[in-house]
């Protein structure tokens, strides 16, 4: 298991609330990312980093927003939660040059 | 998919059955690495063959690569129960900044 922890695992909320799902890596990595995966589908980027200070839109369109303050950090903010919101989001991190990226255990969100 | 797609979507056999599952990807790629996800948990890596390897072995792994095909397979030996769950490939683009995940396939493996 990679050192990158995820919180909370699990998250009900309601619509209209604003939530932020945390991320943080104990590897020093400088590329971090956020995907949301529905059950059972593929993987879709939201987000990613490349270092402090330093954040990009990935390929799926997301209404949640991400900073990069500190290496280690890299949390993801909904401002106004909907049902649509519901699914799985995963963060991984992964060093400068290297392909492979390290994944947190998850959060399931479900807004109803 | 943006790059592809495994198939089978899922598979099941015996324990001590070989397992193989395969992905195809659309664009050139650099590397491409096969992970594996347990049912409500983050990915796990398992091996990395990069565009120049045909070949690749890790334990019970045999991953190949066809480039000239688009498609790789993820070959599992002696199969165990412990081996169910949901295995991913990812392309690694020049000019990408990102991992390209296909669908998945969904092993189940019958004790």
């Known amino acids: 298991e990679a050192d990158i922890y995820q919180t909370p695992r699990y998250l009900v909320i309601g619509t209209g609330k604003k939530i932020t799902l945390e991320c943080s890596q104990t590897?020093?990595?400088?590329?971090m990312y956020w995907y949301q995966q529905d059950p059972g589908m593929e993987l879709h980027l939201i987000h990613y980093?490349?270092?402090?200070?330093?954040?990009e839109k990935g390929d799926l369109s997301s209404e949640s927003t991400v900073s990069r303050i500190r290496t280690e950090h890299f949390p993801l903010t909904l401002e106004s939660a909907r049902p649509s919101h519901t699914s799985q989001y995963l963060c991984?991190?992964?060093?400068?040059?290297?392909?492979?990226?390290?994944f947190g255990p998850g959060t399931r969100l479900l807004v109803l | 998919s943006q790059q592809g797609e495994e198939d089978p979507q899922a598979l099941s056999i015996q324990e001590g059955e070989n397992a193989t599952m395969n992905c195809s990807y659309k664009?050139?790629?650099?590397?491409l690495q096969w992970y594996r996800q347990n049912s409500g948990r983050g990915l796990v890596h398992l091996i990395l063959?990069?565009?120049?390897?045909r070949e690749k072995h890790s334990g019970r792994l045999r991953v190949t690569l066809d480039t000239s095909k688009k498609s790789s397979s993820l070959l599992i030996t002696a199969s165990r129960a412990a081996d169910t769950a949901s295995y991913f490939c990812?392309?690694?683009?020049?000019?990408?900044?990102?991992?390209?995940f296909g669908t998945g396939t969904r092993l189940t493996v019958i004790p």
């Open positions: 991984a991190s992964g060093e400068l040059g290297q392909e492979t990226q390290y």
């Open positions: 590897m020093g990595h400088d590329k």
């Open positions: 980093s490349y270092g402090v200070n330093s954040t």
């Open positions: 664009t050139s790629i650099n590397n």
């Open positions: 063959i990069r565009s120049n390897e």
């Open positions: 990812a392309t690694d683009s020049t000019g990408a900044n990102n991992l390209f």
